[in-house]
């Protein structure tokens, strides 16, 4: 059974930042397409950012040019480095994975708050 474990959320103030880490169980994590959602309460999970295995990314216009998705294939990792972050931006953030269906971490917590 893959497993996709999400870390590094929290609460950070408007204007810092934040790295999410999701570490996959898959041997075949460097061929899989990863990707970033979010649900904010009351709201649709929504793409924030997925990355092919050959490096393509996309970004939702929200986060164009403040986030940052990246993977280290070594370590079965795709990260999100999360700058500039704003009140919006608050929410749960999962993992994905798209392999023979659709894999989802547990979700790991964004607060951005004063």
């Known amino acids: 059974q893959v497993q996709l474990v999400e870390s590094g959320g929290g609460l950070v103030q408007p204007g810092g930042s934040l790295r999410l880490s999701c570490v996959a169980s898959?041997?075949?994590?460097?061929?899989?397409?990863m990707g970033w959602y979010r649900q904010a309460p009351g709201k649709q999970r929504e793409l924030v950012a997925d990355?092919?295995?050959?490096?393509?990314?996309n970004y939702a216009d929200s986060v164009k040019g403040r986030f940052t998705i990246s993977r280290d294939n070594a370590k079965k990792t795709v990260y999100l480095q999360m700058n500039s972050l704003k009140p919006e931006d608050t929410a749960d953030y999962y993992c994905?994975?798209?392999?023979?269906?659709?894999?989802w971490g547990q979700g790991t917590q964004v607060t951005v708050s004063s």
């Open positions: 994905m994975m798209r392999g023979s269906r659709i894999y």
């Open positions: 990355l092919t295995s050959s490096g393509s990314t």
């Open positions: 898959t041997n075949a994590f460097s061929i899989l397409p």
